[in-house]
């Protein structure tokens, strides 16, 4: 089923999406890879507060090549998500309603998934340029110093992601391959 979303978003409409549901996200998300997840995880240790409001907000797992003449961002391929599985519980914990990336999740993932009614959602790996169309707008936030690694506000419009795993804990990765072995 092909949906389309605006972002940020709540519970209820994290509820409604099903595992290996197509979806357009149009709205703002935020970027944060390793180095901006290690950093935001140590400031929240600190008593600190993180650069933005995480609440009902996506995290997109990306860091992009430089914009060319004309365009927001260069290519804005997804990077591999479970590097950032230490730190995705503690986020989801605090409201942070979704993440997209690419690549499997750690059980603790899922579980807090579930337990805060989320969803993980895949960009297609490989496909950054592409991806890259459905941005209107980036603009750094938060920790200039990381580069490619800083906290990015992106604006988008039409971003397609699939649902992999849905707030039931449903995964498409497992669900997929048991489907694929039962023909």
Known sequence: MDLHITVPFDESTAK??????????SGIIYTARDAAH???????????????DITNNLIYYMGPSPAREGRPIGSAGPTTASRMDKYAPTLLDLGQRGMIGKGKRSEAVRE??????????????????????SIIKSEVI????????????????????????????NNLYE????EYNEE
């Open 38 to 52: 290690k950093r935001m995880y140590e400031t929240l240790e600190e008593g600190g507060e993180l650069p933005f």
């Open 112 to 133: 807090a998934i579930v337990r805060n009614n989320a969803v993980y959602f895949a960009a297609v790996g490989g496909a950054g340029a592409l991806l890259s169309k």
């Open 16 to 25: 409604s999406l099903k595992s290996g549901d197509y979806v357009y996200l």
């Open 175 to 178: 669900t997929a391959v048991k």
């Open 142 to 169: 938060a920790y200039d110093d990381l580069g490619t690694e800083a906290i990015r506000k992106l604006e988008v419009k039409d971003f397609p992601v699939v649902v992999v795993i849905d707030s039931e804990g």
